[in-house]
């Protein structure tokens, strides 16, 4: 068989050589002007088969660059042709192979498009078609995506070919497969976030959101497509802030960033909300991304923070307990909308809880609260304090803790109360804090921890208040009488002459030594001495009124300042102290022990402004220092009683010296 590329080499040849010929055997003018035609036509032909050459091979290169080859398929035969390259460039095959059956090119196809190929080939389109992608295996044993755009060729009204234009694609699929993981995984992501996000029309037309926001609506999913925030229940204040946003964006094609707060049933979700433009192809805005964070735990903890250090700073700041616990109800109430908080403090006898804070709650309410008892079953405070737990009643007309105190909360509207005890650093019950609502409701986990935190302030604030108390007490009381100690009854007694002085009021002072104290130190012992000293102030407290000012100076020495009140009415308050004294008998392990005391009383002058002269001249009436023209000083003197080992029998006198 003569191969092609001869006979049209051949074909060439003799076409060129005519027109020599031609020359070689004209004899006339008529044969020359033959000749030349015939060199003019085979110079035209050479110029053609030189374009049609370079055209093709332009067309082979544009296919080998572009990854294209040529491939006919003949439905008649069966067969598979294929251009000089195209079955090596495409597959691999060998440089020599030219076609193949159609039932070989089946197997070579993936077994998913063999089927839809085979098909194909037993119905051939009528039109020309694109976009036919299969994958076929390459010879060296890996897969590649073609694409074939198939031209049919009619004979006799029947399809007998197929020419297909092929291109592998393989890599365009990686990408598209790449891309499409890609956009999985993104709308994964976007499914399973935790913010909220959302694309808006022009018009703030809801276009998709996921499935985050069944967390803070009761919308179904699908209910929220097509509807504006407005539409799916925000409130006009939040409806108004998010379209004010949304147009300045829409004006200036600016992300924006703002935070709007959301009523979600009986919780209140704080949102940071970021929106972002969306464009075209062609550059324009067409659509909002909106990204919506709940921030509501970060904004309360930063809330929170601020105000527990401005309550701190007032714990340090020695501020009134009440104005304290005022403040910290508020702190509480400030975290739980709807809230009404209190604080109930712990009597000394342990047995009733007194009212302390909580001016949300109606005053009238406030009023029948100052006392709570502690029981088993009073209440929610009540209760708490006597199990030292946390007692939740979600519904106080149907608790049986309240059905004795119906009628004083019915009035006021409210219907659940929790209560939680305060607890000292070693456990010691201080009060409880309450909260009440006016809808039936329980706690989430987020609220008890929430007051727990806020009980352990409370405890800080209860303490330091005890704490400075209690210097306060070592600091202006007796330890052993608990009067006031020389230093405080000094100072208070210079305030109560000020007073006094201002007023013109009158004032007595009465100056009081136990008698022959060391005495009974020695032969009973300073134990014995203390009971004494404490038996003697406690018939101080017993005889002076709340208005007089009581102190011991030392020893068993003490001193009273009786304002708005004569030398005569002073005498009378010495002689029953004087009384209760030596008619008092104390228990000890050798018998009974009697006491006297020795009083002094003066009585402020005019010119007098400073209580040591008061003192000095009451002190001095049982010395004898004082002489008969000093009218102002009486005393009441009594005489030391006989010592003996069993009993120091309290012989008293009462002598008055002008």
């Known amino acids: 068989m003569i191969p092609r590329t001869f006979v049209r080499q051949s074909a060439i040849s003799a076409l060129l050589c005519l027109p020599l010929l031609l020359s070689a055997l004209a004899t006339d003018q008529r044969a020359l002007l033959l000749g030349q035609t015939g060199w003019l036509a085979a110079l035209c032909c050479g110029a053609l088969w030189l374009y049609g050459r370079n055209q093709r091979r332009k067309a082979r290169a544009t296919l080998q660059d572009a ?16 251009s000089v390259h195209t079955l090596q460039r495409l597959l691999g095959l060998p440089a020599h192979t030219r076609g193949m059956n159609c039932a070989r090119w089946l197997m ?55 020419t297909a234009i092929c291109r592998v694609i393989t890599a365009r699929k990686h990408d598209e497969a790449a891309m499409q993981q890609r956009e999985q995984q993104f709308r994964t992501l976007v499914e399973n976030a935790e913010d909220i996000i959302a694309r808006y029309d022009l018009e703030l037309r809801c276009l998709f959101i996921n499935r985050s926001v069944s967390r803070f609506s009761e ?37 924006r960033r703002f935070e709007l707060e959301l009523q979600h049933g009986q919780q209140r979700h704080i949102f940071e909300i970021r929106l972002f433009p969306e464009f075209d192809k062609a550059g324009m805005l067409k659509s909002i991304l909106s990204v919506d964070r709940d921030v509501t735990a970060t904004r309360q903890g930063e809330r929170l923070l601020a105000e527990e250090n401005e309550v701190l700073e007032m714990i340090a700041g020695n501020h009134p307990l009440p104005q304290t616990l005022e403040q910290i109800c508020q702190m509480m109430e400030s975290q739980q909308p709807g809230a009404m908080c209190a604080v109930l403090l712990l009597e000394e006898d342990g047995q009733s809880l007194r009212f302390a804070a909580g001016l949300s709650l109606p005053p009238a309410y406030r009023k029948l609260s100052e ?11 009540g209760t708490a304090a006597h199990w030292k737990r946390t007692i939740v009643v979600d519904d106080i007309l149907n608790s049986p803790l309240w059905a004795h105190a119906l009628h004083k909360v019915q009035p006021f509207g409210l ?72 230093r405080q009854f000094i100072e208070l007694a210079d305030r109560e002459i000020e007073r006094s002085r201002r007023h013109g009021g009158r004032m007595s002072v009465l100056m009081m030594d136990l008698d022959r104290f060391k005495d009974i130190n020695d032969h009973y012992g300073h134990a014995i001495g203390d009971e004494v000293i404490r038996h003697f102030s406690q018939v101080c407290r017993e005889v002076l009124r709340a208005s007089d000012l009581c102190g011991r100076l030392g020893g068993e020495e003490f001193a009273a300042v009786l304002p708005d009140t004569s030398l005569d009415d002073a005498r009378q308050v010495a002689e029953r102290l004087r009384g209760l004294a030596s008619s008092a008998r104390l228990a000890t392990v050798t018998g009974t022990l009697g006491y006297t005391v020795s009083i002094g009383v003066a009585e402020r002058r005019a010119d007098e402004t400073d209580i040591d002269e008061v003192l000095g001249r009451a002190a001095d009436g049982p010395a004898g220092r004082r002489t008969g023209a000093d009218r102002s000083v009486a005393q009441l003197s009594f005489p030391a ?17 002008q």
Not at 225 to 254: H, M, V, Y
Not at 432 to 450: F, G, I, K, M, V
């Open 67 to 82: 990854c294209l080859g040529l491939l006919e398929f003949d439905l008649a035969q069966q067969y598979v042709r294929g």
């Open 108 to 162: 070579l196809l993936h077994p998913e498009d063999r089927q839809l190929f085979s098909n194909l080939l037993q119905h051939p389109p009528g039109t020309p078609e694109t976009g036919y992608e299969m994958r076929i295996r390459h010879h060296s044993g890996h897969w590649e995506w073609l694409e074939m755009n198939l031209q049919p060729t009619w004979r006799h009204g029947k399809v007998q070919q197929l």
């Open 219 to 255: 919308l179904p999913l699908e209910e929220h497509l097509g509807k504006t925030p407005r539409q799916k229940g925000w409130s006009d204040e939040a409806s108004a802030r998010f379209e004010q946003e949304c147009q300045l964006l829409i004006n200036n094609w600016e992300a």
């Open 371 to 381: 006392r709570v008892m502690v029981g088993p079953s009073v209440g929610s405070c």
């Open 415 to 486: 219907r659940a109360c929790w209560s939680m005890p305060i607890f000292s650093s070693d456990r010691q019950l201080l009060g409880t804090l309450a909260t009440y609502y006016r809808e039936p409701r329980s706690p989430s986990q987020e609220e008890l921890a929430l007051a727990q935190r806020i009980t352990r302030i409370i405890a800080i604030a209860l303490q330091r208040d005890g704490h400075e108390k209690q210097l306060y007490r070592l600091a202006t009381q007796d330890g052993l009488t608990e009067l006031n100690n020389r």
């Open 641 to 657: 009683p006989a010592m003996s080992k069993a009993l120091i029998i309290a012989e008293t006198t009462h002598r008055l010296r």
